[in-house]
């Protein structure tokens, strides 16, 4: 009896409250496999496991590569390594940063939906910015199941706000509800609409390139960390930028990189105007150690309009409304 038995979950800024909530919301006999990505500092250990394991009764822990997926059992994604859902086995992998993270839910998402179509339930929890829209639409667009957090609830809701708002939802839960929901869907046999997506659902899900079935058009952007040309691309109506060697962005993230990129050549225009100026007066030291009197006018006017636009730049850089 084929059910909705892989549960795939997201969460970012506040999520681990809510993944506490979440885990104690399970029931003990679940007959589900549950896989989460945390967003969290790529080169710090974590100890959500150990957290989960305590929050709830379902034993979890850090996801292995090549590892037999077991129902009744929380999958944690690693810091700094992708979190993938192949049929029967997962993979733990490096690649290029989705979102700027790494482990990316949007990709965990992807993955379970492309081996396991309409069995494939995802929730989506507290986070900043719009990080697993695009992964339940893929969800979704398979005959998944898709679940988000009450927004109210959220300590940072844009992330459920996003999901609910483009993506065509099930349920909009608080957290405390989400556990009963995952044990009735699976418990209940898939219906014949869904099985027509599994037998249609594409094998391989386990891949870091999910992109075969979207479409894409080249667009006038750049990619913000390598610099390659950008592909916009959609995900049903959900879309996003992927460059060639496959990092990624939402439009949210996209703009954030932007303007993150924007300031850093701001400062380091404010460093190299600075070097100048110490350049010029070590210039006009030595002129007037010669009585080279045209030249020090000549430097002298050069350090004013250098200072002057060194301290606009300042200001712009130190001006939260006016910085980029």
């Known amino acids: 009896m084929r059910t909705r038995d892989i549960v795939v979950v997201g969460a970012s800024a506040g999520g681990v409250n809510a993944l506490q909530a979440f885990a104690g919301s399970l029931p003990p006999d679940l007959p589900a496999a549950i896989f989460v990505v945390l967003h969290l500092p790529a080169h710090y250990p974590s100890s959500l496991a150990a957290i989960l394991t305590r929050s709830g009764p379902l034993p979890a822990t850090n996801a292995v590569d090549g590892e037999p997926i077991e129902p009744g059992r929380i999958y944690i994604a690693i810091p700094n390594f992708h979190l993938l859902v ?54 979704k667009r398979r005959g998944g199941y898709v679940i988000v957090q009450d927004p109210d609830e959220a300590l940072y809701a844009s992330m459920p706000r996003s999901a609910a708002e483009n993506v065509s939802v099930d349920r909009i839960l608080p957290v405390a509800e989400i556990g009963p929901v995952l044990r009735q869907l699976a418990t209940e046999p898939l219906k014949g609409d869904a099985l027509m997506y599994e037998r249609a659902s594409s094998n391989g899900g386990s891949s870091l390139d999910n992109t075969g079935d979207m479409t894409r058009e080249i667009s006038p952007f750049t990619c913000p960390d390598c610099g390659g040309t950008l592909w916009e691309m959609e995900e049903g109506s959900v879309a996003h930028y992927q460059c060639r060697v496959g990092h990624a962005f939402s439009p949210s993230h996209l703009l954030a990189s932007q303007v993150d990129q924007v300031e850093a050549l701001l400062w380091a225009s404010l460093r190299a105007m600075e070097e100048r100026e110490s350049i ?45």
Request: proline share 4%; glycine share 10%.
């Open 86 to 139: 192949g049929n029967e086995f997962l993979s733990v992998a490096r690649g290029p940063k989705v979102n700027r993270a790494r482990p990316a839910i949007d990709l965990l998402f992807q993955s379970a939906a492309g081996s396991y179509g309409p069995r494939v339930v995802g929730v989506v929890l507290s986070g900043m910015l719009d990080d697993g829209t695009r992964g339940l639409a893929s969800v």
């Open 280 to 324: 010029y007066r070590m210039i006009l030291n030595r002129a007037g150690e010669h009585g080279a009197v045209v030249v020090q006018s000549s430097i002298e006017s050069k350090i004013e309009t250098n200072s002057r636009h060194a301290r606009l730049l300042r200001q712009i850089l130190l001006d939260e409304d006016a910085s980029p």
